[in-house]
């Protein structure tokens, strides 16, 4: 069993920057891979990025690919998304999720192929 807490979300301009975290309590942060996903209103929950145990693997949803950055410290017990170049169209609720696996080998861009998830935090990029 895992607890996961988002922090780091906000208001930002389009074009500028925010760091979300992720920070895990429970068993050794580095048996989960991990990812982040995110909701607007009215859409369903989609696929950011995600990153393996040994942050040997990662993936990113092509809306964000070249502008996110997923990266962990397992030292720490945290993940992050780096996020630069915001748009409007990145305005959500993001979430973290864990998997009770290290790999990423299937369901890892699905809500389904994650057993733990944060409570979300808000990002709002204006315009």
């Known amino acids: 069993q895992v607890q996961l807490v988002e922090s780091g979300g906000g208001l930002a301009q389009a074009g500028g920057s925010l760091r979300l975290s992720c920070a895990a309590s429970g068993r050794t942060f580095n048996v989960y891979a991990m990812g982040w996903f995110r909701q607007a209103p009215g859409k369903e929950r989609e696929f950011v990025a995600a990153i393996s145990g040994s942050s040997s693997s990662t993936y990113y949803a092509d809306s964000v690919k070249g502008r996110f950055t997923i990266s962990r410290d397992n030292a720490q017990n945290t993940m992050y998304l780096q996020m630069n170049s915001l748009k409007p169209e990145d305005t959500a609720v993001y979430y973290c999720?864990?998997?009770?696996?290290?790999?990423?080998?299937?369901?890892?861009?699905?809500?389904?192929?994650?057993?733990?998830w944060g409570q979300g935090t808000q990002v709002t990029v204006s315009s």
């Open positions: 999720a864990g998997r009770d696996s290290r790999y990423l080998r299937t369901w890892y861009d699905q809500p389904r192929g994650y057993d733990y």
